[in-house]
């Protein structure tokens, strides 16, 4: 009966993904952080894909809360990196905001895609990566003003590729 209560709760935190249940059952979550953005119609800019490092430096787009940490980051705090992919946020009409009634937080009508970096971590370990630069994936991990923000888990290449 335990197991089935345990089951269920795992299941209304995490929806019905299979890989974010996979990964709770297993004691993990994700965790990501902005790698780049697709943009469009910035002044100065030529539209397409740039890196982070590009974006901060050549543009002022970046929102408030934007995750930007780095696996380097990770390691520096000592959280063992179970896996490592990445993602992409389609935006849409509606926008995305990585903090909850906070304005200042939401991504440009300028960036039409955020290409993430994508790290598995021990549940345990959520809360410190939060603090530190990045965004859990099922914001409930961590609760507060964290928003739960849909991402497609893409290959690494696709990204660079663009």
Known sequence: MKKAVYLLSVLALAGCNEDDVKDLVEGNTKVFAVSGA????????????YD?????????????????????????LNIDIEGETCGRIDIGDEGVCFKEGDSS????????????????????????????????????????LFV???FKEVSCSTLEAL
């Open 38 to 49: 697709q943009v469009e119609g910035i002044n100065g800019v030529d539209d397409g894909y």
């Open 52 to 76: 982070l490092d590009y974006i901060t430096s050549n543009t002022s787009i970046s929102p408030d809360e934007m995750p930007v940490g780095t696996k380097q980051d990770l390691e520096n």
């Open 105 to 144: 937080s939401c991504v440009p009508s300028e960036v039409k895609m955020l290409g993430l970096a994508v790290y598995t971590i021990d549940l345990d370990e959520v809360k410190t990566a939060a603090d530190h630069g990045f965004y859990p994936k099922l914001a409930s991990d961590v609760g507060g």
């Open 148 to 150: 739960d923000i849909d």
